[in-house]
């Protein structure tokens, strides 16, 4: 069973547009959820993280919203640049060194 | 970046052959991770270490064992390489017990025919 979940395999945004990637969890007691980010051929990098203390974290054009109740994570990217373009995955940790990670949202950003 | 390294960058190799991924990392970190990349699947984590010998299984353990004998080096042997294990492998580290940050190599792409 998938504990976080990715619904949307691919989203494609207009420059300057707002991205917002969604990601589901199923396991009430993640405690911290971090977003990915993977361009082809290249390991993910660290893009921002949230503690479930929060409900938003913000680093310049990246915000990310934690809705406990329903939970849900979203990552906003505004505004969309061309080299936003890449795999993006959502991540949750359970008090634990180890990470669940999503399926990934592919995101293109058109000129 | 993170100072990691996986060798090999890529491998093709017979269904039934031994097969050994090496990661090396230049931070001093506690943990090192690895994980598989499928479409569809996301990273799904195979086995991690928390420290020079001590290891642990993943979510996808099966046909996989690791083993740490120094900070640096994690390493990852497919005893027997089935097609299914065909996939993108990557290495990680992590230092920080407060935010569970993962900093991850490049990755080897690994072919079982």
């Known amino acids: 069973d998938q504990q976080v979940k990715q619904n949307s395999p691919s989203l494609s945004v207009q420059e300057g547009r707002i991205s917002i990637l969604n990601c589901d969890y199923t396991?009430?007691?993640?405690?911290?959820f971090l977003w990915y980010k993977k361009y082809p051929a290249e390991g993910p990098t660290f893009l921002i993280s949230i503690s479930s203390i929060k409900d938003k974290n913000e680093d310049g054009r990246f915000t990310v919203f934690l809705n406990k109740s329903a939970k849900h994570l979203s990552l906003h990217i505004v505004p969309s640049q061309p080299g936003d373009s890449a795999v993006y995955f959502c991540?949750?940790?359970?008090?634990?060194?180890?990470?669940?990670f999503g399926q990934g949202t592919r995101l293109t950003i058109n000129p | 970046d993170a100072g990691i390294t996986q060798s090999p960058r890529h491998k093709v190799t017979e269904t039934g052959t031994p097969v050994t991924l090496r990661c090396h990392q230049t931070e001093n970190h506690r943990y090192m991770y690895w994980y598989r990349q499928d479409p569809g699947h996301g990273l799904r984590l195979i086995h991690y270490?928390?420290?020079?010998?001590?290891?642990d299984k993943g979510e996808v353990s099966d046909g996989y064992s690791v083993s740490r004998s120094k900070t640096e080096d994690f390493l990852l042997t497919l005893e027997s390489a089935t097609s299914s294990q065909t996939s993108v492998y990557f290495c990680?580290?992590?230092?920080?017990?407060?935010?569970?940050?993962?900093?991850f190599g490049p990755g080897t792409r690994l072919t079982v025919t």
């Open positions: 396991n009430s007691m993640f405690d911290y």
């Open positions: 270490s928390y420290g020079v010998k001590d290891t």
């Open positions: 991540a949750a940790s359970q008090g634990a060194q180890k990470l669940v």
């Open positions: 990680a580290i992590s230092e920080t017990r407060v935010n569970y940050e993962q900093y």
